[in-house]
């Protein structure tokens, strides 16, 4: 089965704090992806990597920066977190060719923000 | 952009009922996958099509893609309280393999 983990399942941080979101996929996947998700808004893409050491952005990538120095590895950081930063957030991973849009969600860093 | 119309979007059912739901899109998709998500969780893969005509079931749930391609549906038989939860399904474009879309859920409430 196809394990995707994330670091911390609920996180409180102050405004301005740097946030470091970790997640780690262990099925060798290519792509990895990080979401965030809220009432009413659905999913929205934040940033994606293809390969290591390489990122894409999403639909809503400002505020946000990624790091992939490993294939297993994609790091999500919010430089200096605000308010409306408050929110589920969900790492995903899926295989290269063929299988691209198949992709397998961790259980997700409910983040608050005061 | 591109929107994936999910319906309906909530449901409120007897428990042992059958339960159909929906997704379409104006545009032609190669990939179309179902997802269950639970409070506080990630959403869960429950079924993945990649042809059209596709039919495949996973325990009591049934998904299949559309001959159009541009619709697809998840049918769960004979309904548990454990079923409860949202409902997502998800699509990838043909010709687009950056990103999936996916619809704004379907919230399944199973009566007693």
């Known amino acids: 089965d196809v394990k995707v983990t994330q670091s911390s399942r609920y996180l409180v941080k102050r405004t301005g704090e740097k946030v470091f979101l970790e997640c780690v996929q262990d099925m060798d996947h290519e792509n990895m992806f990080w979401y965030r998700q809220d009432p009413g808004l659905g999913l929205r893409l934040i940033y994606f990597s293809y390969d290591v050491k390489m990122k894409e952005k999403g639909d809503i990538p400002e505020g946000y920066s990624v790091s992939r120095e490993k294939k297993e590895r994609f790091s999500l950081i919010l430089e200096s977190a605000s308010t409306n930063q408050t929110s589920m957030y969900l790492c995903?991973?899926?295989?290269?060719?063929?299988?691209?849009?198949?992709?397998?969600f961790g259980p997700g860093t409910r983040l608050l923000v005061l | 952009g591109q929107q994936l119309n999910q319906s309906p979007q909530s449901m409120f059912i007897q428990e042992g009922e059958d339960v159909s739901m929906n997704c379409t899109s104006s545009s032609i998709f190669n990939t179309w996958l179902w997802y269950k998500q639970e409070p506080g969780e990630g959403p869960v893969l429950l079924i993945a099509?990649?042809?059209?005509?596709e039919l495949t079931s996973n325990g009591r749930l049934t998904a299949q893609f559309g001959i159009t391609r541009k619709d697809s549906f998840l049918n769960i038989s004979a309904s548990i309280p454990s079923d409860v939860g949202i409902y997502f399904c998800a699509g990838q474009e043909t010709n687009r393999d950056d990103k999936i879309i996916f619809g704004k859920g379907t919230r399944l409430h199973i009566l007693p």
């Open positions: 099509l990649y042809k059209a005509g």
């Open positions: 995903a991973s899926s295989p290269g060719q063929g299988r691209f849009g198949t992709q397998y």
